[in-house]
């Protein structure tokens, strides 16, 4: 068998080289412009974009361009190492000037020196400019990925402003929201705003005000979509505001797929699995269902205006109920085994949604018969996100094979309003194309498209009277560093003044509840307790109050009060299992292991579908000593929900204990290949590895534990103990004091560092660190036990005593051995 010495390509280049030695001509590299694109064009406002290119001739030193308008050049540049170029201001006008609408032609030449200028690459492109302005600023999302990292820092998303004619960077019209805020929308002329935000304790909370330079979203300007429901959850998903800001329309009843990808570029996927139209009509204050887009045999969702508010566009697929879906409203499964089965469908795309776009007259809320949009629906694609033209005689769309949000097939395509053949637009990447908006004169489509890579970019598109496009022009101002840019909505708006939106509502007793939440979640306990206190008296009558501030006070060690308020959450809504897994949880975490196995049974009987329930349960048991009943439990959970990795990590905690150590790293590993995020399985893990005397393995896992869970106090005291005991005293401390750093309110750090400087008789540290504690929460018990350790151990006996005894009176039993050891 013959060798092969070259390829194809090979012999091609080859054959080339031959040619131009016997021509006398050199072969010149083919250099490619990166952008603009060929053809480009360009509105009549826009500032100069940064020409780049990517020359494979290594003997390219520095690059001459040339621009011409028919044969006559009106300007050249000479571009040395960098292979970009970004025309000044004043030679950008002039190009537009001398231009006069006419095609431009960019010849770039690489050459070799700048003595003998031997050309040997080149490229030539054309470009113009639009008679066509842009003339409207666009507001936008700017997200740091993935999108779980966005939930859990929700301080690092920014809604910001931006002019396509501006070199400055768009600014920040919102900032450091600690709520989730979604979809946007303004009124045809840019007076009104509305915005998804989760405002109070309410998912479905909806904004709407007056937009201008100093906005303010206060309580008044809330609405809550759930109160057309009678409070039952919804996330309101989708909505949008009419032309004429009378009106707003969203997606109720709903049930949604809600889960995170382990994508750093696609990292969720989301879509509506059932819901039907309802509008709210802000003069009159009624909400109702849309007749024709309300049949639940459909999910009805995504809708959108046309110009004139006579009719609503919105996509449409089959609905999946809970006999298929294990969801009952919103994205919490409620039968886990069930979802598991429905939702993995869907990741390994063994089913598919396709959604249709129909037409709908809204007819001052009295709806009618939805048709299909012909070219927009029975394509077996999915279609979604419907934006209509200002004029009305187009509608922009965006397809994939399925689904919605989020997909890389998905591409833009045009249709009439009416219906007829569709086409997709030459705009359009290879890499997720949506999110799409009309400019209010009705000449540009602003979208979102992940042409470069994973962040995504903000492009413009220019559409003629017939519907054709024009390539994609990069906004490449406004994007930030790791950030992408989302939801991009022109304002209608001349208004050139700095617009700020201040969300007001933050400061009033209304949002006290959903304030200590995010605190709560922050790790900002006392801040947390503080906007608590203020929910409870001001709604003493909502149990998820009580029930969340006694969930704090537990973190804070005030754990008589703690029980109180799980007392009184409980007397308010006996049938919340989750009430009576916090205080089973809590009398666990103090050994009281009857009390708590009889609030998880309890909790058990309200809700025998919670897989929740039945782990805390297995949990209290084992703690109990119990472990054939806490099997039994567990496996209950795992037929609930065999995704519930939290019980596989429990689960090994029991063959730990039993002694059999490489069990339970197999359950811990189960785990965490499950759910690389559970800080609860390193930790485990790092335990047994503790155990079996692999200290460099388990300070790795604790490590990994605490960066995954930055909040969890005892995973420091674990790994501080651990790098104490390995004689890293340092590293020790430090663990304690990066906490304190960044979470200074967080006492239990304080705490820690207290038992860890008893542990090393540095008692005068020691009290310096419990003296901190218990000046913010006299009334914690551990703390005050803590200050007896010290007095005890530093010879103080009488002042040893009356600490253990107030520890004993606040709730801490473990004092009562202390009192019978020291306090004769």
Not at 134 to 150: D, E, N, Q, T
Not at 239 to 250: C, E, K, N
Not at 633 to 646: D, F, V
Request: glycine letters at 6%; aromatic letters at 12%.
């Amino acid at each position: 068998m013959r060798r092969r010495l070259f390829s194809n390509s090979n012999v091609f280049i080859i054959a080339l080289i031959l040619f131009a030695s016997c021509t006398g001509k050199e072969y010149l590299s083919e250099i490619v412009l990166v952008n603009p694109k060929a053809e480009t064009l360009f509105p009549a406002d826009f500032i100069s974009p940064t020409f780049t290119w990517e020359d494979p001739n290594l003997n390219a030193k520095f690059w001459q361009l040339s621009l011409k308008v028919e044969e006559t050049e009106i300007l050249s540049v000479a571009c040395n190492r960098q292979q970009k170029w970004k025309a000044s201001p004043e030679e950008w006008e002039a190009l537009k000037i001398r231009s006069a609408n006419k095609v431009i032609t960019l010849r770039i030449a690489g050459l070799s020196d700048t003595i003998n200028q031997q050309t040997v690459s080149q490229t030539q492109v054309n470009f113009s400019f639009s008679v066509d302005s842009v003339a409207a600023p666009i507001f936008y999302r700017s997200v740091p990925l993935p999108f779980k990292h966005a939930r859990e820092h929700l301080n690092e998303i920014e809604w910001k402003l931006g002019y396509v004619d501006s070199e400055e960077k768009p600014y920040t019209v919102i900032e450091n929201l600690p709520v989730c805020g979604n979809c946007h929308s303004f009124s045809a002329d840019g007076s009104t705003i509305a915005m998804d935000v989760d405002a109070r304790d309410e998912k479905g909370a909806y904004a709407i005000a007056n937009f201008s330079e100093d906005t303010e979203l206060g309580s008044e300007d809330i609405i809550n979509w759930a109160d057309f429901q009678n409070g039952e959850f919804t996330y309101g998903l989708l909505s949008a505001l009419s032309p004429d800001g009378r009106y707003a329309i969203s997606t109720l009843k709903d049930a949604e797929i809600f889960v995170d990808v382990d994508n750093f570029e696609y990292s969720q996927l989301f879509f509506p699995i059932k819901g039907i139209l309802a509008w709210y009509d802000r003069n009159t204050k009624k909400m109702a269902e849309l007749p024709g887009a309300s049949d639940t045999i459909w999910v009805n969702s995504n809708p959108t205006w046309s110009p004139d508010g006579k009719y609503i566009y919105f996509s449409r697929a089959r609905a999946r109920h809970f006999d298929e879906s294990g969801i009952m409203h919103g994205s919490k499964a409620v039968d886990q085994a069930r979802y598991q089965v429905f939702l993995n469908n869907f990741l390994e795309r063994k089913d598919l949604v396709k959604f249709d776009i129909y037409r709908v007259p809204f007819n001052q809320g009295k709806g009618g018969v939805a048709e299909p949009v012909a070219g927009a629906s029975g394509n077996n694609r999915s279609n979604y996100f419907p934006k209509v033209s200002p004029d009305g005689k187009w509608v922009v769309f965006t397809q994939a094979e399925s689904f919605m949000l989020l997909q890389k097939d998905s591409k833009l395509c045009i249709v009439s309003a009416d219906g007829g053949k569709a086409r997709m637009l030459n705009c359009n990447s290879d890499n997720m194309n949506s999110w799409h908006s009309w400019s209010p004169n009705g000449k540009w489509l602003v979208f979102a498209s992940k042409a470069n890579g994973p962040f995504t970019q903000l492009y413009l598109t220019h559409i003629d009277e017939n519907g054709n496009d024009s390539p994609a022009v990069l906004l490449e101002n406004f994007m930030f560093p790791n950030h992408v840019a989302n939801i991009p909505e022109f304002v209608n708006t001349t208004n050139r003044r700095q617009y700020s939106i201040e969300p007001t509502f933050l400061e009033s007793d209304e949002f006290a509840l959903r304030a200590g939440e995010i605190k709560n979640k922050a790790g900002d306990f006392e801040g947390a307790l503080t906007d608590l206190n203020r929910a409870v008296k001001l709604v003493p009558g909502n149990a998820d109050a009580w029930h969340k501030r006694g969930d704090v006070k537990m973190k804070l060690g005030i754990t008589k009060e703690a029980f109180a308020d799980f007392d009184k959450a409980i007397a308010l809504n006996p049938n919340k299992s989750d009430f009576w897994i916090s205080r089973g949880v809590a009398n666990s975490d103090l050994q009281k292991h009857t009390c708590a196995i009889e609030d998880l049974q309890q909790a058990v009987k309200t809700d025998p579908n919670s897989f929740l329930s039945y782990n805390n349960l297995g949990f209290a048991f084992s703690r109990a000593g119990n472990f054939e009943a806490a099997m039994s439990n567990y496996n209950k959970a795992l037929k609930l929900n065999p995704a519930s990795y939290l019980t596989f990590v429990n689960i090994g905690i029991i063959e730990a204990r039993k002694g059999n150590m490489d069990i339970a790293l197999q359950y811990f590993e189960k785990a965490i290949d499950g759910d690389p995020a559970l800080a609860t399985a390193y930790a485990a893990r790092a335990k047994a590895k503790e155990q079996m005397g692999d200290i460099e393995a388990a300070m790795d896992d604790y490590l990994k534990a605490f960066r995954l869970d930055p909040g969890n106090t005892g995973l420091a005291f674990s790994l501080s103990m651990l790098k104490y005991k390995n004689k890293d005293i340092n590293g020790a401390l430090e663990v304690l004091n990066e906490i304190k750093r960044k979470r200074g309110s967080q006492l239990q750090a304080y705490e820690l560092s207290a038992r860890f400087y008893i542990e090393l008789n540095q008692f005068t540290r020691a009290r310096e660190e419990i003296n901190i504690v218990l000046e913010k929460t006299p009334g914690n018990g551990a703390a005050v036990f803590l200050s007896g350790i010290i007095f005890q151990r530093s010879g103080e006996a009488a002042k040893a005593c009356e600490e253990f005894h107030r520890a004993y009176s606040l709730g801490y039993n473990d004092a009562k051995e202390a009192i019978a050891k020291y306090c004769r």
